[in-house]
């Protein structure tokens, strides 16, 4: 199946500073990417959809100037949590269709654990 | 919100039982996707279900949409050791339903396999 790479898989921050995140296509082009947020033991939170060329969507109470989305070309989506908080702490994860081939199924990057000190 | 409701939210089962994950909408759902999510690893497709009563089957997990396509599960027989992980249904939430839009994951049944 698509490969989907996501980098850094964890990263530990201090208050108030930014981190970026970046997800990857690895075998085919994606137009449209998808950020997820996860806490422990919690289902997959979808953050916003991340558009190639064009503003990212978000989802209702997310705040866009927080956490800042490009997606420059077909296949790299970037996620940068600004001015992190502890309460930032958390799996963000990443995924992507292959338009191509499957039945829409969504390949997930590895995720990143984000840990705000 | 277009949401899916899973339980049970835990399922903590002997090695050798079997295991059922069940999915509930209250509106009708194009199709149903379902995922498996490892402890510490992130999800991975198993299935996606489209037609009204359709009954798939991967060894020894079952899936069944239901005939109202309001509702879908996930049945394991015998399980191991192996099946511990996350498992979550999933709906396309984009306009239309359509393949292509994003999906809205359900609250996920952890399972846990006692040996």
């Known amino acids: 199946g698509a490969v989907v790479s996501q980098h850094p898989s964890r990263v530990i921050c201090k208050s108030g500073t930014s981190v970026k995140i970046e997800c990857r296509s690895l075998d085919f082009q994606a137009t449209t990417m998808f950020w997820y947020r996860q806490f422990p033991k919690q289902s997959l939170m979808l953050m916003a959809t991340?558009?190639?060329?064009?503003?990212?969507?978000?989802e209702q109470g997310v705040e866009k100037d927080k956490f800042l989305i490009n997606h420059a070309s077909l296949t790299l989506s970037t996620l940068t949590v600004t001015s992190a908080h502890p309460e930032d702490s958390s799996f963000y994860i990443c995924s992507a269709r292959d338009r191509q081939g499957g039945v829409g199924e969504l390949f997930f990057g590895e995720g990143s654990r984000l840990t705000v000190l | 919100g277009q949401q899916v409701m899973q339980i049970p939210q835990y399922q903590h089962v002997q090695e050798g039982e079997d295991f059922t994950t069940y999915c509930n909408s209250s509106?009708?759902?194009?199709?149903i996707q379902w995922y498996k999510q490892r402890p510490g690893g992130h999800p991975v497709f198993l299935i996606q279900?489209?037609?009204?009563?359709e009954v798939k089957k991967q060894k020894r997990l079952t899936f069944q949409f239901g005939e109202a396509k309001k509702n879908s599960s996930l049945h394991i027989t015998a399980t191991q050791t192996t099946d511990v992980g996350t498992y979550f249904c999933a709906r396309s939430s984009g306009a239309g339903g359509t393949s292509y839009g994003k999906l809205t994951f359900g609250q996920g049944t952890i399972l846990t396999v006692h040996p």
């Open positions: 991340s558009n190639e060329g064009s503003k990212a969507t978000y």
């Open positions: 509106t009708t759902l194009s199709n």
């Open positions: 279900l489209v037609k009204s009563g």
